[in-house]
């Protein structure tokens, strides 16, 4: 049996600010929430569709850099004495397809500067000694907003990262 706890907030990036919601950069108290819920045996991180929105001139390298920053954060959080420092697993977001409706204005060009992500992060992931899942293995973005995982596909994804969890839990 394994507990989660879960860390979600919309519109959050890996290592940036937003300009106009404060408190959506990933760094913003990642430290703490990693001593809060400290010993963990796992880190599993999953961000960097927000980095794409058109306030940020980012490409996929600019992601991966946030998500090293990321990994740093993690491995520097004031855990108590004796406690060991959790591995990371790095789940790369799957590909964002042309952006419609409302969310269509925050990430118009997003699906083009977003190419090459799974390999930038998995170039981040091996040089931190992190393993890395690509979601876009097992899921794709919605075919209504092309931002955000259907619910369906939720299920799917939740399956296919417990898969790959489970023997990292299990070697610790």
């Given at each position: 049996m394994a507990r989660?706890?879960?860390?979600?907030?919309?519109?959050?990036?890996?290592?940036?600010?937003?300009?106009?919601?404060?408190?959506?950069?990933?760094?913003?108290?990642l430290e703490q929430v990693i001593e809060m819920?400290?010993?963990?045996?796992?880190?599993?991180?999953?961000?960097g569709i927000n980095d794409?929105?058109?306030?940020?001139?980012?490409?996929?390298?600019?992601?991966?850099?946030g998500v090293g920053a990321l990994i740093d954060a993690v491995r520097r959080a004031p855990i108590e004495p004796g406690m060991l420092v959790p591995?990371?697993?790095?789940?790369?977001?799957?590909?964002?397809?042309?952006p419609d409706g409302p969310v269509m204005p925050k990430f118009l060009g997003s699906e083009n500067r977003c190419v090459g992500l799974a390999d930038a992060y998995g170039e981040v992931a091996r040089s931190y000694g992190c393993q890395v899942f690509d979601a876009g293995t097992v899921t794709t973005t919605s075919a209504v907003d092309g931002i955000h995982i259907d619910p369906d596909q939720h299920t799917v994804l939740g399956e296919a990262i417990a898969h790959r969890v489970k023997p990292l839990l299990s070697s610790g």
């Open positions: 989660v706890f879960e860390n979600c907030l919309n519109g959050r990036r890996t290592a940036w600010d937003d300009p106009v919601k404060a408190g959506r950069n990933g760094l913003d108290g819920h400290s010993p963990l045996d796992l880190v599993i991180i999953m961000l794409f929105q058109t306030v940020h001139d980012h490409t996929a390298r600019h992601s991966a850099q591995p990371v697993l790095i789940v790369v977001p799957p590909a964002i397809r042309v």
